[in-house]
Structures are given as C-alpha cells and as structure tokens.
C-alpha cells in the first residue's frame, strides 16, 4: 500500500531499495527555502543495517503488508523457538534472533502475535503486561521513602529490574513487556 511521505510513523515497516526495513525515527523539516521534506532513518529487518533517507513530500513510499497470527508458545531450544497455532495445531519455528530478548518472557502457552511478511515470521508481539517470579532481590533499608526508592532484583528467568522496597523473593509481579519495568505485585 503506497503511503506519502508525511504519513510515516516509528516502528512501521516500509518496502524500499529491494529491502524490509524497520522505521526508527522520523523528523518532518519545512526549510525557509524549498519544499517540506521527510528525513527517515531506517533499519532493515533483514541484514540488520541502518540508513538514512531523505523523501519529499510529494513523494510516496510501499508500506509492506504484514499478516499477524495468534500463537501459544511450546518449548525452545539451541537456535529457536516452537510456536503453535491453536485453531490448526500447526507448529511454527522462529529464530531466537528474531525474537531476540522478549524470549526471555515466554512462558508455556503464552499467547504471542506473530507477524509474517511474506509467509516468513519476521517479529513476535507479546502481552503488554507478563506475570514474573522475583528470583532474588536486596533487603529494603528502613527509613527510606516509598516513593523514590527502587532496590534491583533478579527475576527467574534471568531479567534485572527495579522494583519497589517491599517486594521480596519469590513474590509474583506483573512486568510491562514493552519496557521491562515493574508494574504491581500479584
């Protein structure tokens, strides 16, 4: 689907030079002289490299089409993760470099949306929010302020996040899985 310049966004993926890429930042620029423009940097969801494109206005660029699919998650091993769709109970292979440190969230029959371009799986998009095990945490000082304090802490499956004083080990938390901060406690 063409898209005019003015119309791209972080985080969508455009068609461009052969390649998928990645949008990482966008800056709209009216110079004094001469036309409105689109400076765009970009990273290719392929190779992994970056670039930086300049567009007109007037000119329009290819945002590729993505199919999303609903996934539970099965099991990993060395170089991958399993997924499986649980209307067609068709198993799914995705690279961990794919899915790079989200796979640290994964749990059994976690429900991930998984995105394909054409028919390969190029992202995963988890929950917002995943329940966490605290595996080890520092002792809260006494007489420190709720409001500002956070003590580091270790999750089970190998995170470090900040987390409020009164949490303690082997409590159960809710992690935003976009940022990787603490939420609330369960």
């Known amino acids: 689907m063409k898209i005019s310049a003015g119309e791209i966004r972080v985080g969508m993926l455009l068609e461009f030079k052969n390649d998928l890429w990645q949008v ?11 036309g ?21 206005s007037s000119e329009t660029v290819e945002k590729a089409s993505l199919e999303e699919l609903n996934f539970n998650y099965l099991y990993s091993d060395e170089n991958s993760y399993f997924f499986i769709d649980p209307h067609s109970f068709e198993q799914t292979e995705i690279k961990k470099d794919i899915v790079g440190d989200k796979g640290k969230l994964l749990t059994e029959n976690l429900q991930v949306a998984v995105s394909f371009y054409n028919e390969n799986p190029i992202s995963i998009e988890l929950p917002n929010q995943v329940k966490c095990k605290v595996a080890t945490t520092d002792a809260a000082i006494k007489g420190q302020t709720v409001s500002s304090s956070y003590k580091p802490a270790m999750l089970e499956n190998g995170i470090k996040i900040q987390v409020p004083p009164f949490i ?11 940022t990787f901060e603490y939420v609330k406690k369960i």
């Open 168 to 178: 303690e080990i082997e409590d159960e938390i809710i992690l935003d899985s976009r």
């Open 36 to 56: 409105a423009f689109a400076q765009i940097e970009m990273k290719s969801v392929g190779k992994n490299t970056k670039l930086n494109e300049r567009f007109r």
């Open 24 to 34: 990482l930042k966008t800056q709209h620029v009216k110079p004094g002289k001469g």
